[in-house]
């Protein structure tokens, strides 16, 4: 099992305006950023630096331009010069440095705007999705899925707690992270559901992918406990990639019927678990679970448990040992009694 954090950096690092409350606020986002940003292609003799007071601007055909900090990064890495050495300059010796620096050709450059603010520029071998696109499929073949529980973090700036459900979305990058409500299967406290990440950069910050996974908890920083079955795919934004698309659909709906199955699956499970007795002697029961590797000290303090309820069923057995494995501190202990309780349901197949 694993603990996956990448929704937890993904909370802690996100701006109040980059957090969405539904999916439908962020569909209108990413489709309004499409709608407002235009792409055009320029020869690199087209590009010119120019200073303006304490910052940059790059003129493109001769229309001047502002940069943001993702495509002067880019600027920077184009021309193979420090952006922190660039940012101690005064804005006429950068652009000098620039100017000089960087590279000549004949191959346009893709320069990605909104309004006259460049989000990124890419040469020719870039292929850009779009976050809008993506989160279309999400909302066609992942019905059942909704954000998660609500985390809540702090603003710096006036104190104030700001709510993050999972959905964010800026000038950089998108991410969300689904769980579905309706694959829940609790049974004495313990949960087990299907969720899955998706992310994606539309000005090439990072690359397109997924994450499904199967797990247990997750606490309130969006930190999920006790991960199984966890798949990834990703992808970078060259010629292909619009066939990510045809790819994570697929990926969402093998989850989807992966949560049916294990949902009527695990049921019947749990249903012969809770009514299959492993015995009704306490020193037949004990040995038994030392046959399965069960130490008798656990053992014994995991029948006391399960007495209470009436019955030496799987059912109880295995719930008392859960109950006994979330006490011990080391993960890899904690681990390993998960996976010779959990083998136990096998007897009520």
């Known amino acids: 099992m694993q603990n996956l954090t990448r929704a937890h950096d993904q909370l802690y690092r996100r701006a109040p305006d980059e957090r969405f409350r539904t999916m439908k606020d962020l569909w209108n986002y990413c489709y309004n950023m499409k709608r407002w940003s235009s792409e055009s292609w320029v020869l690199p003799s087209e590009l010119s630096v120019i200073p303006d007071k304490d910052q940059l601007r790059l003129s493109a055909k001769g229309e001047d331009l502002l940069l943001n900090d993702w495509s002067f990064s880019q600027l920077c890495s184009m021309a193979t ?10 804005s006429d010796t950068a652009s000098r440095v ?4 960087l590279p000549g050709g004949n191959k346009p450059l893709q320069v990605y705007r909104i309004r006259q603010q460049i989000r990124s520029i890419h040469p020719a ?3 850009r999705l779009h976050d809008v696109d993506l989160l279309t499929r999400v909302r066609e073949f992942a019905v059942d899925f909704r954000p998660a ?13 700001t709510p993050a459900t999972g959905l964010y979305a800026g000038p950089e990058d998108s991410f969300i992270f689904m769980i579905d409500p309706t694959g829940w299967i609790d049974i004495e406290g313990e949960a087990f559901c299907p969720g899955f990440m998706l992310w994606n950069s539309e000005v090439g910050r990072r690359t397109v992918g997924i994450q499904t996974f199967w797990f247990q908890a997750v606490c309130q920083n969006h930190i999920i406990w006790d991960a199984v079955d966890v798949t990834e795919f990703k992808r970078k934004h060259t010629a292909n990639v619009h066939e990510s698309l045809r790819d994570i659909t697929h990926i969402i709906e093998r989850l989807v019927e992966k949560r049916d199955e294990r949902r009527d699956g695990f ?7 809770m009514k299959t007795k492993l015995g009704d002697d306490c020193e037949d029961v004990l040995k038994l679970l030392q046959d399965k590797g069960i130490q008798k000290k656990l053992g014994t303090e995991a029948l006391e448990i399960a007495k209470q309820k009436g019955a030496f069923t799987v ?5 008392a040992l859960t109950q006994l494995a979330s006490k011990v501190q ?3 202990d904690r681990t390993a009694m998960d996976i010779k309780s959990s083998s136990l349901l096998s007897l009520a197949v």
Do not use: H, M, P
């Open 315 to 319: 059912f109880s057995v295995v719930d």
């Open 267 to 273: 049921a019947k499970v749990i249903g012969k678990a």
């Open 149 to 161: 529980q609500d985390a809540t973090t702090l603003d710096d700036k006036d104190g104030d707690t």
């Open 125 to 127: 071998s870039y292929t």
């Open 330 to 332: 080391n993960a890899g």
């Open 81 to 90: 010069v420090s952006k922190r050495l660039l940012n101690s300059l005064t």
């Open 98 to 101: 620039l100017t000089e620096t």
